[in-house]
C-alpha cells in the first residue's frame, strides 16, 4: 500500500531521523552516508576449557584514544578519514554493547588515511613512547572478529605504529588473517621489508580470543595470543633503525581489503576488553 503521508511530514521524520543519528549538517543536506552492513553471524563459541570470558571485563575506556572513522568530515565514504580526538561512540563505525563492549565497522568502500589503501575504524592511543629503551610497553585486548572482507579475509587488530616524525610507518602489525593471529614487523623505516611470523592458528571467525603486544625495552617485540585455554608467544626481533624511535599503540578494525563493490563488505570486530600499560 502506497505511503499517505504528504511530502512535507515525510521530509519531517526524515530531518528528525538524520538528527538523532548524530549526522553532521553537510550529511543532512544531501550527502549519502554509507549502508550500515547487517550483523555477520558468529560461528560456535570456544569450547568450556576457553579461559577467556564471553561478557565484556567491564566497560572498555575510550579515554587515552583518538578515533579514525572510514569516512570524511563531512560523512561521505571517500576522501581523508577523519579523526576524532577525543574518542568516541560514533555508530554504526563504533558502537557500544549494554555489557561495555565495542563493536568497530569499517567498509571496504570508506574513506582513507593519507599514507593507507586501506579503510579502518581504529583507535590510536594518544600516549607515544620511545620504542626499545627502557621500560616495557604494552598492548593487550580480548576480542572477536565476526566479519572480515571477501578479498583478503584479513583484519588487522593491533599495532605499534610509528608517531612524531614517523607518523605514517605502521612498525607492527598483529592481524587475524583467515583464522591465523599473525605479527608483521618492519624492517626498516622506508620499503617493503618485513618479517612476518604466525603466532597461532584456527581460530575461526567470531570466536573469541586474546593477545598482547609488547615493546620489551631492548629492542624485541613479545607477542602473545590465547584461545581455547591455550597460549602461544613468539619474540620478534628489530633492527637498529626503529630503536628510540617514536611509537604509539592502535587497536581496532584495519581491514585490509582494497576494493568492493557491496557496502557491506568489510570487517567487523568486538572487544570486550582494551587496555595499554
Known amino acids: 500500500m502506497a505511503d499517505a503521508r504528504s511530502p512535507r511530514t515525510f521530509a519531517a521524520l526524515v530531518l528528525t531521523t538524520l538528527l538523532l543519528s548524530g549526522c553532521s549538517a553537510t550529511t543532512a543536506h544531501g550527502h549519502a552516508r554509507p549502508t550500515t552492513a547487517p550483523e555477520t553471524t558468529a560461528a560456535p563459541e570456544t569450547t568450556a576449557d576457553d579461559d577467556i570470558t564471553d561478557a565484556a571485563d567491564s566497560t572498555v575506556p575510550l579515554a587515552g584514544w583518538k578515533l579514525t572513522l572510514p569516512v570524511d568530515s563531512a560523512g561521505r565514504p571517500s576522501g581523508t578519514a577523519v579523526e576524532l580526538d577525543p574518542a568516541k561512540v560514533s555508530p554504526p563505525w563504533l558502537t557500544r554493547a549494554a555489557d561495555g563492549a565495542l563493536t568497530f565497522w569499517a567498509p571496504v568502500a570508506g ?77 626498516a623505516l622506508q620499503g617493503s621489508g618485513s618479517q612476518t611470523d604466525t603466532v597461532l592458528t584456527g581460530v575461526p571467525l567470531g570466536a573469541r580470543f586474546s593477545y598482547t603486544v609488547t615493546d620489551q625495552g631492548n629492542g624485541d617485540i613479545l607477542v602473545t595470543a590465547t584461545y581455547n585455554g591455550k597460549t602461544h608467544r613468539i619474540t620478534q ?22 576494493t568492493s563493490t557491496s557496502s557491506t563488505d568489510g570487517g567487523r570486530v568486538t572487544f570486550s576488553s582494551l587496555a595499554t600499560s
Open 111 to 187: 574513506a582513507r588515511t593519507p599514507n593507507s589503501e586501506h579503510a579502518r575504524t581504529e583507535l590510536v592511543s594518544t600516549h607515544d613512547f620511545a620504542f626499545g629503551t627502557g621500560p616495557t610497553h604494552t598492548l593487550a585486548a580480548t576480542l572477536r572478529v565476526t566479519q572480515a572482507p571477501a578479498q583478503t579475509d584479513d583484519v588487522c587488530v593491533g599495532q605499534i605504529h610509528g608517531g612524531g616524525p614517523i607518523r605514517s610507518v605502521a612498525f607492527e602489525m598483529l592481524h587475524w588473517r583467515a583464522g591465523a593471529i599473525v605479527s608483521v614487523v618492519k624492517q
Open 237 to 258: 626481533h628489530t633492527t637498529a633503525a626503529f630503536h628510540a624511535t617514536d611509537q604509539r599503540f592502535q587497536a581496532g578494525d584495519y581491514q585490509q581489503a582494497v
